[in-house]
Each structure stands twice: as structure tokens, then as C-alpha cells.
């Protein structure tokens, strides 16, 4: 589940506690949680809900002035229900304590390198994890959190 930066940005300050995406099916799961620019956005109730029980405070909740601009924008989308999603800023991104981390025990070395190992088995372009490591360590102003 995407979301936009301004959402997001919302999401961390709490002016955005709603989400509404037009699926075939759910694309995201009642209290699973999604990695985004801000850190982790937790998912709650997610029910289907019609164009006319969209409100205005829904709306503005989600991020939109009223609920003529969030169906215009649903409305883009030919195929699936409206879905009403909670949603709310978690907590950081666990990833950046993680990249912070530089010293790791023998232990921990041997345990990356086996599944960066497993990672180039799989892969169907070969063996890659090494060079794109690499490219990273080389160009440490270019990563971006996601």
C-alpha cells in the first residue's frame, strides 16, 4: 500500500488517521504494519464502503479537502469496491537501527553471507547481491530509506 508523501507527512503529525483505495481485493491486512518514508504505518479496521458514505470529515481525514475530491479521485480507478482503511503512524523504520549497525559477530558475518548466498541462487539474473553492496558502500549519499 502506497501512500504519498503529503499523507504521510500527515500520518506522522496525526492529521491523517484514514486511507480509501479502490482494490479488486484487499491489498493490506487489519493490524499488519507497512514500512514507508516516515517509519511503520500500522493498518487497522479495513471495511468496504459505498460513494455516499464517504463524508467530508472522512475525506479530510484522509488527507482531501471534501469527499467530492476523493471519489473524483477514486473515480480514476474503472474496477473494485472502496475500501476505508484506519490507519497510523507506528514507530520509526526498524531498518535504520539495523544499517547503523556496522560490527557484526563471526557468527552474525556467517549467517548475512549464507543468505546473501541464497539470494543469488534464487535469482534468475544470477549472481548480483555483491555488486549492488558495492554500488552502495561506494555511493553512501545516493541510498535512500524507503
Request: include cysteine.
Amino acid at each position: 500500500m502506497l501512500f504519498k508523501q503529503v499523507n504521510l507527512d500527515g500520518l506522522k503529525a496525526g492529521k491523517v488517521n484514514l486511507a480509501f483505495r479502490k482494490w479488486k481485493k484487499p491489498a493490506a491486512k487489519e493490524g499488519s504494519q507497512i514500512k514507508t518514508g516516515i517509519g511503520l504505518v500500522e493498518i487497522g479496521k479495513i471495511e468496504i464502503v459505498k460513494e455516499n458514505q464517504i463524508k467530508d470529515v472522512d475525506a479530510k481525514n484522509a488527507g482531501f479537502d471534501n469527499a467530492v475530491q476523493l471519489i473524483k479521485k477514486l473515480s480514476l480507478i474503472d474496477v473494485g469496491d472502496i475500501y476505508k482503511i484506519q490507519v497510523r503512524y507506528h514507530s520509526p523504520d526498524p531498518r535504520i537501527k539495523l544499517r547503523e549497525q556496522t560490527n557484526l559477530t563471526d557468527k552474525e558475518f556467517l549467517i548475512l553471507k549464507q543468505k546473501l548466498n541464497q539470494l543469488d541462487k534464487r535469482s534468475k539474473q544470477g549472481y548480483w547481491t555483491e555488486n549492488v553492496l558495492t554500488a552502495i558502500k561506494e555511493n553512501p549519499k545516493s541510498s535512500r530509506s524507503c
